[in-house]
């Protein structure tokens, strides 16, 4: 169906029902977005799947793992073996023969294996928040090249409209100007008109197919024909499950455990081993056998000490002081984006207020130029001034849509 500024060249009434039918067609087109199209939370799992750090987080669990059960393990190491020989053969070759077997096995110091297990489950928890953290990064591109796209579309649907709509303004103010009708000079406006919506139709064209493209960039697939529109979240998520402060609590943890460890590894592990000694005098004496215990204790040095603990300390403060960032960044981020939703809900409320002050401009001017009293140049320059209002209150439909993704996103919520 043709606009209804064109039945103006035409000779007939306007109809008053354009901006109505116009409004029905973006309702119906935003019910059907949140009935029928593939959600985000999809398209999410979708841009997961395709993302190069998603793939290293099965080997950072499984490293996670192995410190956790080396850390629950009797000894701080695994056991080693060591065989040794004794013998004259080489010089005197008396029959002196000796031969020893020694199992040594590593110890943990007090309180080594409880900071050594603190530490492991540090780790392991901050593999799982920094998985949830790169999830929410990932939602956050995802639900940019989403409302990128919604728009794109919409400029595209605005685009072919106009350009329609001209193309059939200015078959009909040529045929009126050759039947003497009207002047050259509405001739020539009504060809600007349709050469400037062409114009404009392939910017738009050119502008979807890069959203498309960047689209298919996160998720490995062509765009859904439908976009959603996302559901308000609990503003407890910001508090409680918010992805980024989870992983910079992590941090913290992790860093205080491995602090612990550098204050109890004073020294090396004190080895205790157990020696099995088989030997003989000369050819004539027997093999005698002897069992012994070896314990070694390395000594402590001071300055590793001091290294360690130190650089434990630097990370421990340094986590202390990301975590408080993160938790001032976050709720900034927050309020920020409720303003932002605020500011976009008031701009659609007064978009849509100019939509309705144009469109019944363009609808005098209709009834004006039908009748003769007024010029095409006049027309034009009402329906130019409906198509930005209309536009302009497509684009605040979607900026209050995106705005709203926004604001889950400030709060920790995925799709």
Known sequence: MLPDFVCAARHRPPESGWPNRVMVLAAGLLLAMSSQAQTLGSALEQAWTRHPQAAVFSARESEAQARAELAAGLTPGPASVSLSNLTDRFNANGGKNEWEL?????????????????????????????????????????????????????ALDLGERRDAAARVLE???????????????DSNL??????????????????????????????????PALLNEETPASAQDLVATHPQLAAAQAAVRLAQARLGV????????????????????????????MVGVKLTVPFSSGARVRQETSAAQVEAAQADAELALEQQRVELDAARARLNLDAAQQQLA??????ALTADTLRLNEKSFALGE?????????????????????????????????????????P
């Open 262 to 289: 550098a204050q109890q590894n004073r020294r090396e592990a004190p080895e205790l081993a157990l020696r099995v000694v088989r030997d003989r005098g000369d050819l004539n004496a027997p093999y005698a056998n």
């Open 350 to 355: 007064r978009a849509q207020e100019r939509r």
């Open 190 to 223: 009504a060809q600007n008109e349709r050469l400037a919506a062409e114009g404009e139709l392939l910017e738009v064209r050119s502008a979807l197919r890069q959203a498309e493209q960047n689209y298919r960039l996160l998720t490995g697939e062509a765009a």
């Open 102 to 154: 020694e199992l040594a096995v590593p110890l943990w110091l007090p309180g080594q294996r409880a900071a050594r297990g603190l530490e492991a489950g540090g780790a392991t928890a901050q593999v799982a928040a920094r998985r949830a953290a790169l999830r929410l990064q990932i939602a956050g591109e995802l639900r940019d090249a989403w409302w990128a796209l919604a728009l794109a579309r919409q």
């Open 374 to 414: 007024s010029d095409l140049a006049s027309l034009l320059r009402a329906r130019t001034a409906a198509f930005e209002a209309e536009a302009l209150f497509s684009r605040q439909q979607i900026a209050r849509f995106a705005a709203l993704s926004r604001l889950n996103q400030s709060l920790g919520a995925l």
């Open 171 to 185: 078959a009909d103010v040529l045929r009126r100007f050759k039947a003497g009708e009207l002047a050259r000079l």
